[in-house]
Nanobody, 128 residues
Framework: QVQLVESGGGLVLPGGSLRLSCTVS????????MGWFRQAPGKERELVAA????????VYGDSARGRFSITRDRKKNTANLQMNRLEAEDTAVYYC?????????????????????WGQGTQVTVSS
């Protein structure tokens, strides 16, 4: 059974940083991709960042570009999201997701429907 568990959310001041981690277990896919999405109250879920586990492809949402960075740790089986210069508009529940379609092109990795497995989400609140 595939499991994704997020951690690292919390309350941070505007301008601060947070690092989210997603621990992945229970899958046997050789070629997969991980994504981070977020959903703010009253808004649709949107892509933050995604990457092929091979490291061959990275995709960033418009809101994340230049401030956020997605990485993966092969030994720990984690996908990480480093978020810098956080703004109040970044307040949302952040979800990690996994797709077995690791060779997907960038436009496919942006789509929510591409991902078969999802974590429960972790709250990020940016407020003074």
């Amino acid at each position: 059974q595939v499991q994704l568990v997020e951690s690292g959310g919390g309350l941070v001041l505007p301008g601060g940083s947070l690092r989210l981690s997603c621990t992945v277990s229970g899958h046997t896919f050789n070629n997969f991709a991980m994504g981070w999405f977020r959903q703010a109250p009253g808004k649709e879920r949107e892509l933050v960042a995604a990457m092929a586990w091979s490291g061959a492809r990275f995709v960033y949402g418009d809101s994340a570009r230049g401030r956020f960075s997605i990485t993966r740790d092969r030994k720990k089986n984690t996908a990480n999201l480093q978020m810098n210069r956080l703004e109040a508009e970044d307040t949302a529940v952040y979800y990690c997701a996994l797709t077995s379609r690791g060779n997907s092109i960038s436009s496919t990795l942006r789509q929510i429907d591409t991902y078969e497995y999802w974590g429960q989400g972790t709250q990020v609140t940016v407020s003074s």
